[in-house]
DNA sequence: GATAAGGGTTTACGTAACGTCAAGGTCAAT
DNA sequence: ATTGACCTTGACGTTACGTAAACCCTTATC
């Protein structure tokens, strides 16, 4: 039984223009070629286009299916399994995406139709801004400016979840250094706590966590008013007892 | 606070090329263009490029993200409400292929690495070809070239699932033909039990069901002794009771 | 004042897997 | 000889950019 390109496309279901893009890139070439330039496909390309279809329905490229069918040492479980690591991938970004999709829509229905996300957003935008105003002198000088840069890059790129267990995070820290104080030391079992919390929420913006990076924060905390003012807030002297839990828990 | 494509790039995280880009498709326009043709960028649209990134991320077109956020009375809700239908269905999409392919992993684990699935392709295209040559002709003139052609891709292109289940289904009719022929009445309820699962096995390979059809074939299958013969394997006279418990079904 | 470095600009090709013309050759039947 | 169906090869369009290439502007340095 012999087909041309229509014929073949009729039976298989695919159109000509893929039959012929197909023999373009080598996937799968007519039996032969007669007088006027007609492709003419055989049985074995019948054969052949099966499995083809076979595999684009499962999604694999072509230039995977090319390696697949027509290498017979190919390890097909191996590239499938490779597949199936991708798929699952795939699915898991798709329900990450479904579930802030549902999110989204339940917010407009809650009656705060995108202010919420606005003000999500602005409050990102803030917070970058007022630590680019505040800090941004003093961290470009002590880390570079690449490093501020993609902090400020990692914080806007932060989901609204992200950014909800941060700001969580940011309160948990503030009730746990004011119990902590209470222990009066710095090396206690809840102060040590509170400064593993402090380097969690560190690694939320931070993009990458060193220790001398954490002792440095620790310093400028103390060395800069405003975040002394904000952490004393807690319980007065909270900023320098914060710094030496810190110190503490790095030399661990 | 003023950016120039790159700033802004670095703040937000994309390309330089995104930015034009978004500018030459209108998603994005800079506030101004400075006198040396340099595109700057203001918090306004610091803050757009936020909300486009956002819905970016959950994989909206960039078509669609314009309508989102350039028209304030588009229905966003809506929008939304319709993209979550796409991504169910991908999701389901994603769940069929997985399960394919871990299918199909497994069964090359199985020990019959590739030849099943060589074996399915090859009893398919043998089934077609047969059923072609036998029956092609009578097929042909009695329902129209589409009709066969029809019933043939349908054949191409059924799952291994389907495949097997129409194999399966083949071989409880030719019990249930054994058994119904015992009764010796084709108006019995094992013999229109048979003649339901035959037009079940029919649809598989037939594109649509029709009682015309259904009794056309059963006289074919009487008439022809390439039938005949396969039928009367189960008992003797199977074909004919067959034949007589399909009319009965069909004028129930 | 020349030059180099480091911005910016536009234009244009490449990506995956085809759909969709357009222009033109082939084949069978009328 | 003509018609109509079927074949061929380009070539552009699709999405959301990446990646040059070729060129302009500004600033710093020698």
Same mark, same amino acid.
Request: proline share 18%; no cysteine; charged share 25%.
């Given at each position: 039984m012999e087909y041309t390109v229509n014929k073949l496309a009729k039976i298989s279901g695919v159109s000509g223009r893929t039959l012929r893009y197909y023999d373009k890139i080598g996937l799968l070439k007519p039996a032969r070629v007669n007088s006027s330039g007609y492709r003419i496909y055989g049985q074995k390309e019948v054969d052949l286009l099966q499995q083809i279809l076979f595999y684009r329905e499962l999604e694999v490229s072509l230039e995977d299916i090319k390696e697949i069918i027509h290498q /017979?040492?190919?390890?097909r479980k191996l590239a499938l399994k490779n597949h199936y690591e991708e798929l699952k991938d795939k699915r898991a970004r798709l329900d990450k995406i479904m579930a802030t999709v549902e999110k989204t829509i339940a917010s407009i229905e809650g009656g705060n139709p995108m202010q919420d996300k606005d003000k999500f957003e602005g409050f990102k935008e803030k917070l970058i801004n007022e630590n680019e105003k505040k800090y941004g002198k003093e961290n470009r000088e002590k880390y570079g400016d690449d490093t501020v840069e993609a902090s400020n890059a990692k914080l806007r790129g932060m989901s609204q979840e992200d950014y909800d267990n941060m700001t969580k995070l940011g309160e948990e820290i503030f009730e746990l250094l004011k119990e902590a104080y209470?222990?009066?030391? /710095?090396?206690?079992p809840e102060a040590l706590k509170l400064a593993e919390k402090h380097k969690e929420w560190l690694m939320y913006s931070w993009p990458s966590y060193t220790k001398e990076a954490h002792a440095g924060l620790a310093e400028m905390y103390v060395a800069d008013e405003r975040f002394t003012a904000y952490y004393d807030k807690a319980v007065k002297g909270g900023t320098k007892f914060l710094r030496d839990a810190i110190n503490n828990y790095i030399n661990m």
């Open positions: /017979p040492d190919f390890d209470l222990t009066g030391d /710095p090396n206690s």
